[in-house]
T-cell receptor, first 112, second 111 residues
């Protein structure tokens, strides 16, 4: 969905490096999410935010942190990347009171 | 917590045939069930969703059915076309904040 953008689209890094993935949206939604996708495992929720002052852990938050800089921006950080964090990462948004979530194009992260 | 199982993991059909993908969920409090289509190199795209107070919903060639008693829901695609080839994910949610996804079905439609 062009209304949700993610940068970078691809990133290769080394073990121990700090990495930040960024998400921006122009949909005007107040809720934002970060998911991780591994082959054969579907999507797993890392963190979610209902507004700028609200951050919540998802199923697999260990090793990750997030920052909600504005209603339209939500960043995911890997403080010290490790190889098993190699995956596709997706940002999603939704409007409060409505359940549908809309996904960005994803970031392919490789940790060597 | 909620768990969603999805079957089959792969599905091959001839163009024009129908395709059915099934999901079961564990938490009877789940009340929202979306389906997503993911094409290669793209993010999941919402294609249809259903709430627990509805048994069936249709949108052109796609339909979703929900059986709350059995805790399962299905995606039906009729008159399949090559552009329907993708990975399809079901999901279930108790509220608007957390979606629990199935593991995906790779659908291939052969001309």
């Amino acid at each position: 969905d062009a209304d949700v953008t993610q940068t970078p689209r691809n990133r290769i890094t080394k073990t121990g490096k700090r990495i930040m993935l960024e998400c921006s949206q122009t949909k005007g939604h107040d809720r934002m999410y970060w998911y991780r996708q591994d082959p054969g495992l579907g999507l797993q929720l890392i963190y979610y935010s209902f507004d700028v002052k609200d951050i919540n852990k998802g199923e697999i938050s260990d090793g990750y942190s997030v920052s909600r800089q504005a209603q339209a921006k939500f960043s995911l950080s890997l403080e010290s990347a490790i190889p098993n964090q190699t995956a596709l990462y997706f940002c999603a948004t939704s409007d409060s009171g409505r359940s549908a979530q809309y996904f960005g194009p994803g970031t392919r992260l490789t940790v060597l | 917590g909620e768990n969603v199982e999805q079957h089959p993991s792969t599905l091959s059909v001839q163009e024009g045939d129908s395709a059915v993908i099934k999901c079961t969920y564990s938490d009877s409090a789940s009340n929202y069930f979306p389906w997503y289509k993911q094409e290669l190199g793209k993010g999941p795209q919402l294609i249809i969703d259903i709430r627990s107070n509805v048994g069936e919903k249709k949108d052109q060639r796609i339909a979703v059915t929900l059986n709350k008693t059995a805790k399962h829901f299905s995606l039906h695609i009729t008159e399949t076309q090559p552009e329907d080839s993708a990975v399809y994910f079901c999901a279930a949610s108790i509220g608007p904040d957390k979606l629990i996804f199935g593991t995906g079905t790779r659908l291939q439609v052969f001309p």
